[in-house]
């Protein structure tokens, strides 16, 4: 079983290739956002001063550096960043609410994917894993300096 290749193929499927936004990319973005916030009131009050039509490219551009994350094993600026502005002094996005996310995309994966069976849904989860629980740390704690 290879699960990267699963998972790439799947990406692929539901989003398109790389970080661009696509049709089926900006589609993909916009059904895990109505899920995401069907899941919880606290979900729908952190976002309810946001951009939606910005915060598709940023969730895009986030999933890219969880991608990244799994696959270089190290952090970079931008997901320290976002670690930093998601901590408990800033937008404060509870460990649990990751949990939250982490579900909605892969019900999202599995109502888009044709392709879609229980081990593609660990394929993303083992990709997205690393860095949720990275964020998940630095609710609680700064990142260092690179």
């Known amino acids: ?6 998972f790439d193929e799947s990406y692929e499927r539901v989003i398109g290739h790389g970080i661009g ?8 973005f916009t059904r895990f956002y109505e899920i995401f916030f ?7 009050e952190k976002f309810r001063l946001t951009d939606m039509s910005q915060q598709l490219k940023v969730l895009q551009k986030g999933m890219y550096q969880l991608m990244s994350f799994y696959l270089m094993r190290t952090d970079n600026d931008y997901l320290q960043s976002i670690a930093l502005t998601h901590n ?10 990751y949990e939250l996310w982490l579900e909605s995309l892969l019900q999202t994966v599995a109502e888009l994917d044709p392709d879609y069976h229980e081990e593609i849904r660990l394929a993303w989860q083992i990709v997205m894993t ?3 629980l990275y964020l998940k740390y630095y609710h609680d704690h700064t990142p260092a300096a690179p």
């Open 21 to 28: 936004i696509s049709e089926s990319g900006t589609r993909f």
């Open 130 to 132: 690393p860095g949720i």
């Open 1 to 6: 079983m290879d699960l990267e290749r699963m």
């Open 38 to 44: 069907a899941k919880s009131e606290l979900v729908r």
């Open 88 to 97: 408990r002094d800033h937008y404060d996005i509870h460990p649990e609410l």
